[in-house]
């Protein structure tokens, strides 16, 4: 019977019937685009550019915060592969250089996350009303944080993260206005009054830009 | 010289110096869809299915959720034009009916909403990957809550709410999966065993469903 329907719908050209179950994905690996973090119950916040690069396991971060009642400026680059994080200052042409703790996590849905929900973001009854989305769960291993990562079906391009620990409660991250691609790669090369400074005693890790 | 630009990206077809300010929209009288409200810092959730008929001022609801630890499950039929609102129990055939203190308010962005921001949830890079929405801001002139609607830039589909008040903290509601037209009118009418109940004493309001 079921089979029976199913040829009734692909007359139509849907072919929602051939099993098209959500699959764990992986975001394209070279990503531009802007994200918004809150935490502490709204009461830490940043706004951040991203530039965002797989291959060579680099992220660039240009962020505006507030956190405690004290807003932040960050202009941060992170090289995982050097296991560095810069923490630049254009304006006094000054630079701290420290090591980084972190290892370098592609944007990706787990294999081992369970899927929550496939839902559409608006509509779906014309053009450019609604955006279908990807909702998995699972836990971090190594922190055992609790996430909720939702992705989009077509490009696995990430829409909203929210991520638990008891530490440090919910930590609520959106994604928006992705370009896949990187218009200038030079951002990921550290300005020319990085280079020749001493590496701070301090190790940072990849969350110290956000918390 | 910013015509001159504009000359030129207009070659590309982008049309986008046609000055395309987004404004305030209403969205459509009839539409279909699902929803979650969070309240009280994640404490209280709810999850529900609406119809909503912007003509006839009606709003069905069948709703489940949590709230204080304990779980309800809800089913609900607001008939503005009458006053009324009916909770209606399948299972035991029973009905209760009280009178409706709101006046209905269609879904729509206020004249004097202010644009924080509009940004594409998710990429732009290909088709699928994107939602182009807006996001206002503005004061319930009534309760002088805070409120940040987004809705989609096509359609005026709503994606999201966060409304503030002292009293009740931060109310988020999530909407998706809407569909344009009410498939089942019926849903709006009363069922057979809520016709000869007597309306109880103790008036409600819409807020009264999720809270």
Not at 32 to 58: E, P
């Amino acid at each position: 019977m079921n089979s029976l329907i199913c040829f009734g719908l692909l007359v139509f050209g849907t072919g929602v019937c051939l099993g098209q179950k959500p699959h764990p994905c992986r975001s394209p690996p070279l990503l531009s685009g802007s994200m918004t973090v809150t935490a502490k119950d709204g009461h830490a916040w940043a706004f951040a550019k991203y530039r965002y690069d797989a291959f060579g396991q680099r992220i660039r971060l240009w962020e505006f915060g507030k956190s405690d009642s004290k807003t932040f400026h960050l202009n941060m680059l992170f090289l995982f592969r050097e296991g560095l994080v810069y923490n630049i200052d254009y304006r006094n042409k000054t630079c701290q250089k420290n090591v980084l703790h972190s290892t370098f996590h592609p944007s990706e849905i787990p294999r081992n996350a369970s899927l929550l929900s496939q839902v559409i973001l608006g509509g779906s009854s014309a053009p450019g009303e609604g955006l279908l989305v990807n909702t998995w769960t699972g836990v971090v291993h190594e922190t055992q944080g609790k996430y909720m990562a939702t992705v989009t079906e077509f490009g696995c391009i990430p829409v909203s993260l929210l991520y638990y620990t008891p530490e440090k409660g919910w930590v609520i991250t959106s994604y928006f206005n992705a370009v896949t691609g990187i218009e200038d790669p030079e951002q990921f090369i550290p300005p020319s009054f990085c280079t020749d400074i001493q590496t701070e005693e301090e190790t940072l890790d990849f969350f110290s830009a956000f918390l």
